[in-house]
């Protein structure tokens, strides 16, 4: 007979059904057959359960180490910072709640992810505005996705900043400003006792001091300002760029309130806002920190771009064409008088939380 390859089960039954057709072997009992099948099977069973219990165990003891690591070693705290400098220093408008107990995720697969919440300050409040979600896997970039808490259909939620010609070719002439007449109109239908986010753009390019130093004159909160690094001198790469009744749009970084960590353990300071001289320097200086230790640090979608910016931003300083503030309605609606000043943006409006304030 040919040599024939059996599993465990069909050996018994071929071993069986030879005896039971020897004239001279006694017949098998069925039922102690079947009871030898199932002992067999029970065994396959229990050697599959207990080698998946093992790997589970495996796996688990592994995870245990490596988060136990990850978070003890502070590596947690850095994916952290990093998310939030990145959505900080490139989204207008937009904060990252700091100061909470945040943790990233680890998976096996060591893909680091976090969800951070995000808020916009308005008066003296911070207003909830949605989450951030940020991934990196072990050897790739840094991506995130914004999930914005939005009051309004086809609505924009977040602020743009018309680019000056005097940035894009040296051009000296002002824009010429659109009518704002739906933003004051709506401003003149509020009654005293709120408080609200205005976001505008400068007709020419300015120092930050300079625009700080003419915002000093109201009672507002001077929240972030757009900069202009070079986008529009064709240097960057893959910059969307919008125009619309001749002003021209594209991505740029924010010139936020300053925000430091400490070189060890987990503490931080910042600026609620760009409140004087002193907080803006620290806060130029930091900006320009912030990118070359984004860059440095990890890769991500616009870190070429910002390789760029930077270089830009060294050779020609930094210049500012907006801002967004907040304060009480009847004061934002004086920066109408300044003629410098427009594409004006009205964002939330809250009940009234303001303290009277000198800067």
């Not at 004051?184 to 300079?210: N, R």
């Not at 943006?345 to 939380?353: A, D, P, S, T, V």
Request: proline fraction near 4%.
């Amino acid at each position: 007979m040919s040599e024939q390859r059996f599993t465990n089960e069909e050996k018994l039954l071929h071993n069986w059904e030879s005896d039971a057709n020897e004239p001279d072997s006694p017949a098998w009992d069925e039922k102690k057959f079947k009871r030898m099948i199932w002992r067999t099977r029970f065994t396959v069973v229990r050697s599959v359960v207990s080698t998946l219990l093992g790997i589970f165990l495996l796996v688990w003891i592994y995870m245990m180490l490596v988060t136990s690591y990850y978070h003890s070693s502070g590596k947690s705290d850095q994916f952290i910072r990093y998310v939030t400098t990145l959505v900080e220093t490139h989204e207008p408008g937009l904060k990252v709640e700091k100061g909470g107990h945040w943790n990233a995720e680890l998976t096996p697969f060591l893909t680091k992810k976090a969800t951070l919440k995000l808020f916009k300050q308005v008066g003296e409040w911070q207003i909830i505005a949605g989450e951030v979600t940020a991934t990196q896997t072990l050897f790739g970039d840094v991506t995130y996705s914004i999930n914005e808490n939005v009051t309004y259909l086809r609505t924009p939620s977040r602020f743009s900043f018309a680019v000056p010609p005097d940035l894009i070719a040296g051009d000296p002439s002002r824009t010429q400003a659109p009518s704002n007449r739906s933003v004051w109109e709506q401003l003149k239908h509020i009654e005293d006792g709120y408080v609200a986010e205005l976001a505008f753009s400068t007709a020419v390019g300015m120092d930050p001091e300079e625009l700080l130093k003419r915002l000093s004159n109201y009672q507002v909160r001077v929240l972030s300002m757009p900069v202009y690094a070079g986008e529009l001198k064709g240097d960057l790469k893959n910059i969307p760029h919008s125009t619309s009744n001749e002003l021209h749009f594209v991505p740029h970084l924010t010139l936020r309130p300053f925000v430091k960590y400490q070189e060890e353990g987990n503490g931080m300071s910042w600026a609620g806002w760009l409140e004087n001289a002193d907080t803006l320097k620290q806060s130029v200086d930091q900006m320009l920190k912030d990118i070359e230790w984004l860059r440095q640090e990890r890769s991500y979608r616009e870190s070429e771009n910002d390789g760029k910016r930077l270089d830009y931003l060294k050779e020609n300083g930094v210049k500012v064409y907006g801002a967004v503030v907040t304060g009480p309605v009847r004061e934002l609606e004086k920066l109408k008088q300044e003629q410098d000043l427009f594409y004006f943006q009205l964002g939330r409006i809250e009940i009234w939380n303001w303290e009277e304030h000198t800067s």
